[in-house]
């Protein structure tokens, strides 16, 4: 508990209330919004899972400045963000690339519901040819019927 | 003396829940209806137990009794008395014992409304209900302990985290853990029938009022942890993809699908080896979920008491019960034949694509929960899974559901004839389409997202209607309306969930397609336009609250001249827990809120503040109390209780 504390005071002591301050704001309205748009898929590495746009560390004040100067200096989308991956590693993407082995993370969903649909139809098709099966035995029908009995 | 109380009698609902596994299974195996009968007093021995040993915790944390370990680390003097109430539970170890004083209450439901099960099905499901307490009693026990003594008691406590000292945090809890536990109903029930060896009709009505009531618990309890992160966290988010949230998320997604199988084994005698997987995959999950908040294994914002070993203890939990339940499965699923039989177009089959759904959007959800995890492990490989990836994911299932959703609910069951089944939507699919190209006339040039999530929304809800007018049977307009009022509540239930969820997903795609958002410097006396509205920073000024200190900025928000509102957004320091929080301040509106939050002075003077306008943000969480309000109803359709039927018989005993 006293670690916890710790952690989530130094998320909330590390910086001011706001995450994104209106000094680091770019002058430009369509670039401050691409700069919005990126740092929202970026992770504020000192943090837990947060993106640095929505972070108030220092650490996501710093690399928000950082990819705003990027942007300033002309650089595209692609190019700001390989330029901060390049430096901080891959973990800095919230949103994984689908390289290597993340392609299995990212066409686990689609796969696993066509495996899913393939073997539902299957157990349907099965299932509605085959005859209809003997009712409930006497003494289930017995204990259904006292069930049913209080029913309106 | 209070507080040793407590322990003992914590160890003594250890003693009980270990009669209480052991001895009815023996007798359900022998048929000895002594041994069973053991099982129903214990449940409510158990219960009682662990609610004094809840009640001594609670009197340590009302009194301030400093020697308690737990209380002095978190707990203040003066920390308001609603928090020291919840401050029971808002720790590992107290939290821990929340959840078995649930997993008690649900033991003790199964014995006071269970007159009608079968003795041998009771005796067996109170002993897997049983065997789980003393899992967990076990673990508090040895690993948790929430009733150590200090040798030094200090003169004042730590406080709690003031992130948690929230009343929409308080009950938060308790409704989450309610719907975890609830879940181990639905597995005790299913490992039951496991060990039996047969499932029939009466069983999936018997699993249902519990399988409902966990389920409307997590939709309460998803809904208002959702609620309190919009306004506490400070940027007005309701939903981060976090593994906790996922946590809760994963046994939801589940116990939806489980909810819906178990309505075909009751009504159709089929699906019903599928519906005993669910049923231990929900519990499963929840155990993954308590797993994951407690283990630190996946870091998270709220991940609290992380701790190898007491993760540790959880795993091997999981891994004796999921694990023992899918090798009973295993070997028992054959034996579950299927009775009744379907076409490929029916009622049925829109059950069978509802689960497909719900459990493949679960399927994603946990991959990508799991996944830093497992590509650390493999490939050595520092991976984040965040938002970006689960809104991508996630959302074509949930759309494919929507768009299935009122179709299939008004399918007849055995067959269906599915342009028959189409015809009465005609008028519900021209509101959408027509809701759809207004919402696109509205707001061209912004996100497609929106119109398409006005399409989903407006449809399940004309859905709902339809669905309602269908089971009104024949006749004009005006006479199947008036039999509307005498539909069974069962039907109003689930037309209003139906209509809950479009309503939910009409928040969402309002909040992140439509807000206004504005960051700037303002210093007292400057006026700023927001949208329609202008807001005029008045002042700030300081406060003291009962521990902690606010600085509060005073804004006057004025529309045409016109006063709307005084807003007091500020920023909370607690000195004793060594924290600051931002109280947002927020001006709820069936149409939007007014969201407004301040922050530090600049250098040059004023303040930077951040102004939202949050269009229909309440609807997100209006919707999720409709989802739970449809499971209250359908939980009050006496159809559905477990006593019906002995009710009447014991009416007949005369009054003493």
Redesign the interface.
């Known amino acids: 508990?006293?670690?916890?504390?710790l952690v989530?005071?130094l998320i909330?002591?590390a910086g001011?209330?706001?995450?994104?301050?209106?000094?680091e704001?770019l002058p430009d309205p369509a670039e401050e919004a691409r700069a919005r748009a990126l740092s929202?898929?970026l992770?504020c590495l000192v943090?837990?899972?947060?993106?640095i746009d929505?972070s108030d560390a220092d650490l996501a004040h710093d690399l928000r400045v950082l990819l705003r100067d990027r942007i300033k200096a002309g650089d595209t989308d692609q190019q700001a963000v390989d330029y901060i991956v390049a430096r901080y590693?891959?973990?800095?993407?919230?949103?994984?690339t689908t390289s290597?082995?993340?392609l299995i993370?990212?066409l686990?969903?689609p796969a696993?519901?066509l495996a899913?649909?393939a073997l539902?139809f299957a157990a349907?098709?099965r299932?509605?040819g085959?005859?209809?099966?003997?009712?409930l035995s006497p003494e289930?029908q017995a204990?259904?019927a006292?069930?049913l009995?209080?029913?309106? | 003396m209070i507080v040793e109380l407590g322990h003992f009698a914590l160890i003594l609902a250890f003693v009980v829940a270990c009669l209480q596994a052991v001895l009815p299974m023996i007798g359900a195996q022998r048929n000895d209806p002594v041994l069973m009968a053991v099982a129903g007093p214990a449940s409510v021995a158990q219960f009682l137990l662990i609610a004094f040993s809840f009640g001594a915790l609670t009197y340590a944390f009302v009194t301030d009794d400093f020697s308690l370990r737990l209380v002095v680390e978190n707990s203040h003097t003066l920390k308001p008395m609603l928090y020291k109430v919840a401050g029971v539970w808002g720790n590992h170890e107290g939290s821990l014992l929340l959840w078995v004083l649930a997993l008690s209450f649900y033991g003790a439901t199964a014995h006071w409304f269970g007159g009608q099960l079968p003795a041998r099905l009771k005796a067996r499901v109170l002993s897997v209900q049983g065997a789980v307490a003393v899992a967990f009693l076990a673990m508090m026990l040895w690993t948790s302990n929430p009733f150590l003594r200090l040798a030094f008691p200090p003169m004042n406590g730590h406080d709690m985290n003031p992130l948690l000292q929230d009343p929409g945090l308080a009950f938060h809890p308790p409704f989450l853990y309610l719907g975890y536990v609830g879940l181990s109903m639905a597995f005790a029930f299913a490992v039951a029938a496991l060990i039996e060896g047969r499932v029939d009709a009466a069983w999936g009505r018997w699993v249902r009022p519990w399988t409902l009531a966990a389920w409307l618990f997590l939709t309460i309890g998803i809904t208002m942890g959702s609620l309190w992160a919009y306004y506490e966290l400070g940027w007005g988010g309701f939903w981060f993809w976090d593994p906790v949230e996922n946590a809760s998320f994963m046994p939801w997604l589940i116990a939806t699908a489980l909810l819906h199988s178990a309505i075909v084994v009751e009504k159709r005698e089929a699906l019903k080896a599928w519906t005993m997987l669910l049923a231990i995959l929900a519990f499963g999950f929840s155990l993954i979920g308590t797993f994951i908040v407690r283990s630190g294994v996946i870091t998270s914002v709220h991940a609290f008491a992380s701790d190898p070993l007491r993760g540790m203890a959880v795993l091997a939990i999981l891994a004796v019960f999921v694990g023992g339940a899918l090798t009973l499965f295993a070997l028992r699923a054959g034996q579950l034949e299927a009775k009744g039989v379907f076409a490929m177009v029916s009622r049925e089959t829109g059950l069978v694509v509802n689960n497909l759904l719900l459990t493949v959007s679960c399927f994603v959800v946990f991959i990508g929960t799991i996944w830093p995890l497992v590509a650390e492990i493999l490939w050595n490989r520092a991976v984040s899974v965040g938002a970006p990836f689960f809104n991508a994911a996630f959302m074509p299932f949930i759309i494919l559901l929507a768009i299935v959703l009122p179709v299939g609910a008004v399918l007849p069951w055995k067959r269906a004839e599915l342009g028959r089944a189409l015809r009465p939507f005609a008028g519900a699919l021209a509101v959408t389409v027509a809701a759809a190209l207004l919402a696109y006339a509205l707001t061209s040039g912004r996100s497609a997202l929106g119109p398409l999530g006005v399409a989903l929304a407006v449809w399940l809800v004309a859905g709902s209607a339809v669905d309602l007018l269908q089971r009104c049977g024949r006749g004009g307009l005006g006479s199947r309306l008036a039999r509307l009022t005498r539909l069974p509540r069962a039907d109003w239930g689930r037309a209003t969930a139906h209509a809950g969820l479009g309503v939910t997903i009409f928040g969402v795609v309002a909040l992140t397609s439509w807000a206004v958002e504005d960051i700037r410097v303002v210093k007292p006396g400057q006026s700023y336009d927001l949208g329609a509205y202008s807001v005029e920073l008045v002042g700030v000024h300081d406060e003291a609250g009962p521990n902690y200190t606010a600085r509060v900025a005073e804004m006057r928000v004025t529309k045409g001249g016109a006063e709307v509102g005084r807003m007091f957004p500020a920023k909370r320091t607690y000195p004793f827990a060594g924290m600051a929080t931002t109280e947002a301040a927020i001006r709820p509106g069936i149409l939007g809120d007014i969201y407004l939050v301040v922050g530090d002075p600049q250098d040059g003077g004023g303040y930077a503040v951040r102004s939202y306008l949050k269009p229909f943000a309440d609807w997100l969480w209006l919707g999720g109390l409709m989802m739970a309000f449809g499971g209250v109803l359908s939980l009050s359709d006496r159809r559905y209780r477990v006593a019906a039927g002995a009710r009447r018989a014991l009416t007949a005993v005369p009054a003493e």
């Open positions: 508990m006293r670690r916890l504390a989530l005071s909330v002591m001011p209330a706001l995450a994104v301050r209106p000094d704001m929202q898929g992770r943090c837990r899972n947060e993106s929505d590693g891959e973990f800095v993407l919230l949103k994984p290597g082995g993340n993370l990212w686990a969903g696993a519901l899913g649909a539902a349907l098709r299932r509605a085959a005859p209809e099966a003997a009712g289930d204990r259904l006292a069930l009995k209080d029913q309106p």
